[in-house]
């Protein structure tokens, strides 16, 4: 079965603290997979996508990993912000001949003074 | 350049009523998607429309329904309201052939059903 599963749920962390956060996926053909921030009652925005081939990838304080041998990434934040409380989603793209992906759970990062 | 624009922002509804959700994509394009999200839960995909036409479609039941128009913004129509058809209704855009790109959202409908 496709499926894409995230952890923790969610997580509280100190503002300047660091956190990581795990994506699992099980699906195939994979196409990419894309690390989306979803602030409260707004749409996602993409952060960073990884392909097969990519094994990290950095966006400001996001530094996103892939081991596609494990399919397994990861998403780390340094240096918390405030700003940085969100919903985080794991999104893995198929590759077929017609367009799916498939949304992970997310997990919800709080960031506190 | 605007983004995806969504209406209305709040819709509350009455059990078994008809709501009609309204998405405009970012100028140039063509594929629209439609999700639903609950409550501390993830976005289910609900609706594909490319070009005009129905491309793929998530589990839902048949009162959820859609259209795309010619000018590629689209409607989302949810019949016989229930209670648990509460959630932010998202919709997202792309470019027409371009599998694997990121999805640009709307900042989604709120649908309350009392």
């Known amino acids: 079965k496709n499926q894409v599963e995230q952890s923790p749920q969610s997580l509280i962390i100190l503002e300047g603290k660091n956190c990581t956060l795990q994506?699992?996926?099980?699906?195939?053909?994979?196409?990419?997979l894309r690390w989306y921030k979803q602030d409260t009652g707004r749409g996602p925005v993409s952060l960073t996508i990884?392909?097969?081939?990519?094994n990290t990838k950095s966006n400001g304080r996001y530094t996103a990993t892939l081991d596609a041998d494990t399919k397994q990434s990861s998403l780390h934040i340094t240096a918390s912000q405030l700003s940085d409380s969100a919903s985080y989603i794991c999104?893995?793209?198929?590759?077929?001949?017609?367009?799916?992906?498939?949304f992970g759970p997310g997990t919800s990062l709080s960031v506190i003074p | 350049e605007a983004g995806v624009t969504q209406s209305p922002t709040h819709l509350i509804k009455t059990r078994g009523q008809q709501a009609t959700l309204r998405c405009s994509p970012i100028?140039?394009?063509?594929?629209v998607y439609w999700y639903q999200q609950a409550l501390g839960l993830g976005l289910q995909f609900l609706l594909w429309?490319?070009?005009?036409?129905?491309?793929n479609r998530g589990n839902f039941p048949p009162r959820f329904s859609g259209r795309q128009f010619p000018n590629y913004s689209s409607e989302l129509n949810v019949n016989a309201l229930e209670l648990e058809d509460s959630a932010l209704y998202l919709c997202?855009?792309?470019?027409?052939?371009?599998?694997?790109?990121?999805?640009?959202f709307g900042s989604g409908t709120q649908l309350s059903v009392l």
């Open positions: 994506c699992n996926y099980t699906v195939s053909p994979f196409s990419n």
């Open positions: 990884m392909t097969f081939s990519e």
């Open positions: 100028s140039g394009h063509t594929s």
């Open positions: 999104v893995v793209s198929f590759k077929t001949s017609y367009d799916k992906v498939i």
């Open positions: 429309y490319d070009e005009g036409e129905e491309r």
């Open positions: 997202a855009s792309r470019p027409t052939g371009t599998v694997g790109e990121k999805l640009f």
